[in-house]
């Protein structure tokens, strides 16, 4: 438990160190939704991981209304996530995302199929996906890997690249 709390505070501290606008750490944990959303998913992905589903989606819809962001109780978030503006954001039950990632306003990782498999994609550490970027389908996007503002990516992206259009193309 301290461990978990030891993470959220850890998760207000980079938000407050990566966003210029924050005034503060306490600043961050009561009044930015991109914090809120992780505090409602680390509960409902407990939830869901321990088999009361139910409760774990009616937990991510109540945050949903309150922040505007969706997330999946099924989806897999590691530490030190940066939503900015995060309003419209979606993401999906088999998602996976690595550390230390900066998701702009938007953004959704979504699926392609009905499958009752990995359909949504994995982003490794360090990425950034710029706003209104559209990243579907079981791919992968490489560690340190930019995707650009309204990018649609669809195949998987390597590693220390930069993606821009639609369809998705490497620049870097």
Known sequence: MIKFFKNLYLDAVNIYERDPAAKSVLYVILLYPGFHIILFHKLAHFLNRI???????LISQLARFLTGIEIHPGAQIGNKLFIDHGMGIVIGETAVIGDN?????????????KDKVKRHPTLGNNITVGCGAKILGAITIGDNAKIGANAVILKDVPENSTVVGIPGKIIE
Not at 51 to 57: D, E, I, Q, T, V
Not at 101 to 113: E, K, M, N, P, R
């Open 51 to 57: 088999y009361l589903k139910f409760l774990a989606r």
């Open 101 to 113: 990632c900066t998701i702009y306003h938007g953004v959704t990782l979504g699926g392609t199929g």
